[in-house]
């Protein structure tokens, strides 16, 4: 098995992340992890840390203290040559089992800001020991749970490049857990170190189990740039954006967005306090039957599963003939934007979720002369093709054609 699909991690590392977990049944909870990056790529971790110093948990989302972790990694490399690699936290009981939507964004920020293409990320769930007991597995609080631990290897964190992932277990404790430990001890000026590095506790018998992950979708036209620039940073501020957040927040991207407003054909349902709710349902509830014939939006449970499974059937006859980009707009819509090399006339398309499948939010042709613009707007015949996204891109692409 190439080791792009592998991560291998000390049994000692996933006592450590089991037992934090446990400590939290309520709230998010994660932090580091440290190692290195094999001759395929794949990554080992020596270690798991826990999160200390000025550390704020919620329900879905988790920041870390910046200078506990700028701190473990300025030692880890000095003496060992060990780097931060990516991060593990929990979704304790939210039943959410991929990473959320704030977890990708702050994942793709982390590698475009510090040129960190790959990175590795542990998920800890609360499951029941028996499957039976609850829909997919997923467990209710009580005495028949355990942790399972999932991995998540991104080849290009830049561009959400996930490779199919499963765990390799190394036995025994990690020799690097003992020999920091012992550095970091003497380290009295630095106290939130010795609470990072707290190794477990006697766990219980099955405490945990492994999981396995799949890959997302790799294609030569897919891009994801949802409005985050890549900046350069100094190494001491790279843990200023090592954060989990489950939260679902719109992008930045205003001028796309906007462009792409005024559909007569959906309205917005959005969640009135996304403070008080996960921000990813595992498994969306299916909206009230909206009035007027409009079609009601709720936030897509999972982007990179909702292009793989839609978009990228629909815009795969495109590639090589066109430029077509794909851009998140928000947590709940997803634009296409297709143009003819070398020409400014450009088709966007606005894809959301109803609840049950892909929708068409919009599409419109918006056409360049001179300095002059105008907009075409494309109109469904019939309900039917607001769920096909084939039809409103051949009408553009005929369009774009006819423009030349």
Request: with cysteine.
């Amino acid at each position: 098995m190439s080791e792009h699909f592998v991560v291998r991690i000390y049994e000692s590392e996933l006592a450590v992340i089991t037992d934090e977990t446990l400590d939290h049944h309520e709230l998010e909870t994660g932090g580091s992890l440290f190692g290195l990056f094999g001759h395929g790529g794949g990554p080992t971790v020596f270690l798991a840390t826990r999160p200390a110093g000025e550390v704020l948990k919620r329900q879905t989302s988790l920041e870390l203290d910046p200078q506990v972790t700028r701190a473990l990694e300025q030692v880890a490399w000095d003496g060992f040559g060990v780097q931060c690699i990516g991060m593990w936290h929990s979704h304790h009981w939210i039943g959410l089992m991929e990473p959320s939507s704030g977890d990708r964004e702050r994942t793709r920020r982390y590698a475009q800001k510090y040129h960190r293409p790959q990175y590795t990320e542990i998920l800890a769930n609360f499951v029941s020991k028996d499957p039976a007991n609850s829909r997919r597995g997923r467990g209710r609080p009580g005495s028949d749970y355990r942790v399972q631990l999932t991995p998540f290897f991104y080849l290009d964190a830049r561009n959400l490049t996930r490779a199919e992932t499963f765990f390799h277990v190394l036995p025994g404790e990690s020799p690097l857990r003992g020999t920091l430990a012992r550095l970091v001890g003497g380290l009295v000026d630095r106290p939130g170190l010795s609470t990072a590095m707290r190794p477990a506790s006697r766990l219980p018998q099955e405490s945990y189990r492994l999981a396995g992950s799949a890959a997302s979708a790799v294609s030569g036209w897919r891009r994801f740039v949802s409005g985050v620039r890549s900046d350069s940073g100094d190494v001491d501020e790279v843990a200023d954006d090592h954060r989990a957040d489950d939260s679902l927040e719109a992008s930045d991207a205003k001028p796309v967005a906007e462009e792409l407003a005024g559909s007569s054909a959906v309205s917005e349902k959005r969640p009135d306090d996304p403070e008080e709710r996960p921000r990813e349902a595992a498994a969306p509830t299916k909206p009230s039957p909206p009035s007027e014939g409009r079609i009601a939006l709720l936030p897509i449970p999972d982007l990179p599963d909702f292009v793989t499974q839609y978009i990228e059937p629909a815009v795969r006859p495109l590639a090589g003939r066109y430029d077509v980009e794909v851009k998140v707009i928000h947590a709940d819509r997803i634009a296409v934007i297709v143009r003819i090399p070398g020409r400014a006339t450009r088709l966007l398309l606005f894809a959301a979720w109803d609840g049950e499948r892909a929708v068409i939010a919009d599409c419109r042709v918006a056409v360049a002369r001179g300095k002059s613009h105008e907009v075409v707007e494309w109109r469904a015949r019939q309900r039917a093709d607001l769920y096909d996204l084939r039809v409103p891109l051949n009408w553009g692409v005929l369009l774009l054609e006819k423009l030349r």
